[in-house]
């Protein structure tokens, strides 16, 4: 749920926050892989921001670490709309290893998902 202040601010600009239910519910992000092939049916394999949902609908992003975290590499769940929405309106978002970075951060979930 938004901070009561960035709600005011956010309906100012005609914004609906989302409802606790839906808050609490995974982002829709677009599905633009599919394991081993992608839209283009390349087989090519996955790069940052590759989505795919699995055999139980979780939506899974692919993470390629900017700065070479080989260890981090790989696919993490994509977060709650609600997550999504706090950090659309705040000065910092996460990382999908959960570090703090500024939104337009190339590692941020805002930028992965391709949403800023």
Same mark, same amino acid.
């Given at each position: ?23 609490? %519910?995974?982002?829709? #992000?677009?599905?633009?892989? /599919?394991?081993?092939? +992608?839209?283009?049916? @390349?087989?090519?394999? *996955? ?34 709309? %609600?997550?999504?929405? #706090?950090?659309?309106?705040? /000065?910092?978002?996460? +990382?999908?290893?959960? @570090?703090?970075?500024? *939104? ?13």
């Amino acid at each position: 749920m938004l901070h009561p202040i960035t709600q005011e601010i956010a309906q100012s600009f005609g914004y609906t926050p989302f409802t606790p239910e839906e808050g609490a %519910e995974q982002f829709q #992000a677009e599905v633009n892989y /599919s394991l081993g092939t +992608t839209k283009g049916g @390349d087989n090519s394999y *996955p790069v940052s921001g590759s989505v795919y949902r699995n055999k139980k609908g979780i939506l899974r992003c692919y993470w390629i670490p900017v700065h070479g975290e080989e260890n981090l590499e790989g696919w993490y769940d994509i977060p709650s709309n %609600e997550d999504i929405e #706090a950090w659309s309106f705040d /000065s910092i978002c996460f +990382t999908p290893a959960d @570090d703090e970075v500024e *939104p337009d951060h190339p590692d941020s979930w805002l930028s992965l998902l391709g949403l800023i």
